[in-house]
């Protein structure tokens, strides 16, 4: 069946560093992987998109990478502040009409 | 900056009872979708809704659940008779094309059931 794993485990890290978040399928060939944003008891929202093309899609500070061949994807945060701590989820199209999440992971950022 | 929006914000019932929870998805997209995200767990696909018809469904999304779209700007999702199990947080999404658009969701719905 088709998995998404993301870093169950929260990630600390401190103000102004670099956050990295990974997203491993299996049993897929997405033709595209999302990212999006949560935070408590409100929805997602949409960061980046990357196509299975692309190796790397970047907005502000945010950067992604996509490998097919790895079945990977890494979300990068640069220069990280407080108000980017949330739980960031990962998403493969099922079908063409839905997206199957990862769990997410959690990423705390201290000053 | 336009965004979908849903009603209620949290919603209490009796198992056994029917509920509607409402969305207003954004004025131009084509595509609505009803997730799910139970309380610690991951955003489930319930649904997808295009051309006013199901375009997918989940396992999950069995006969006690429907959705419509009664008018030109609502999005509903009825569960007719809850369940204990019903009880999570229910977003609605739309996008302009299909998912291989941006999914834009609305805040959610927190129903409880008990």
């Known amino acids: 069946s088709q998995k998404i794993e993301q870093n169950s485990e929260a990630l600390n890290i401190q103000e102004g560093k670099t956050a990295t978040l990974t997203c491993n399928y299996t049993?897929?060939?997405?033709?595209?992987l999302q990212w999006y944003r949560q935070d408590p008891g409100r929805g997602p929202v949409f960061l980046l998109l990357?196509?299975?093309?692309?190796k790397e899609k970047r907005k502000e500070r945010l950067k992604v990478t996509f490998d097919t061949t790895l079945k990977q994807s890494l979300f990068h945060i640069t220069a990280s502040q407080p108000a980017d701590s949330a739980t960031y989820l990962c998403a493969l199209d099922l079908s063409g009409y839905a997206l199957n999440f990862g769990k997410g992971t959690s990423l705390l950022v201290t000053p | 900056e336009p965004e979908v929006t849903q009603t209620p914000s949290h919603q209490v019932t009796q198992m056994g009872q029917e509920v509607i929870l409402r969305c207003v998805p954004i004025s131009n997209h084509l595509y609505f979708y009803w997730y799910r995200q139970i309380l610690g767990q991951k955003v489930e696909f319930l649904v997808s809704?295009?051309?006013?018809?199901?375009?997918?469904k989940s396992e999950i999304f069995d006969d006690q659940f429907s959705v419509e779209r009664p008018d030109g700007s609502n999005f509903t999702l009825k569960i007719r008779s809850t369940k204990l199990e019903d009880s999570a947080m229910y977003f609605c999404?739309?996008?302009?094309?299909?998912?291989?658009?941006?999914?834009?969701f609305g805040p959610g719905t927190r129903l409880t059931v008990l």
């Open positions: 049993n897929y060939s997405p033709a595209y």
């Open positions: 990357i196509r299975e093309n692309e």
């Open positions: 809704f295009y051309n006013n018809e199901i375009s997918e």
């Open positions: 999404a739309s996008s302009l094309y299909i998912s291989t658009d941006t999914q834009y």
